[in-house]
């Protein structure tokens, strides 16, 4: 099966803007995608990297879903070592995809957080990020013990 494949079968229909995978999930399978800035369509794609391994999705889902996007904002306006973090990373991103200018998940707006799903992908994905690594360990377990969660 190939990564695209794999990745269909992640996340229950066809990828958008593929370009490559990122990362791999210690059982070898997708867990990042790298989007292109545009789909196939022209439409744009503001999220370079996209978290697909369904184990870790639903982890930052959990943390989302008890209030993590604020509380990660909050963070990262209280501690400055968490703004330089942040603010570092949205100028690699911007970096990396000059054809779409937007920070981290496509925002706009300096020092804000949309997705933790992909600041998660972008710790991943473009190491180091403080920010995002801290994310990371507040989502819990990263990885399923029991071995892969893909069906594949």
Do not use: N
């Not at 079968?9 to 803007?17: D, K, S, V, Y």
Request: proline share 9%; glycine share 8%.
């Amino acid at each position: 099966m190939d990564d695209r494949e794999a990745l269909e079968r992640q996340l229950g229909r066809a990828p958008r803007a593929f370009r490559r995978v990122a990362v791999r999930c210690p059982f070898g399978h997708p867990a990042v995608a790298e989007q292109a800035p545009y789909a196939a369509d022209g439409t744009p794609f503001p999220t370079a990297f996209w978290l697909t391994c369904p184990h870790l999705v639903a982890q930052i889902s959990r943390l989302e879903a008890s209030g993590g996007v604020e509380r990660w904002s909050q963070a990262s306006r209280d501690d400055p070592a968490l703004a330089e973090s942040l603010a570092a990373a949205q100028a690699t991103q911007r970096a990396l995809r000059p054809e779409l200018p937007t920070g981290i998940g496509g925002s706009a707006r300096e020092g804000s957080l949309k997705c933790l799903h992909a600041h998660a992908a972008f710790a991943l994905a473009s190491p180091p990020y403080e920010l995002g690594d801290r994310i990371l360990a507040d989502a819990g377990q990263l990885w399923p013990q029991g071995g892969c969660c893909t069906a594949l």
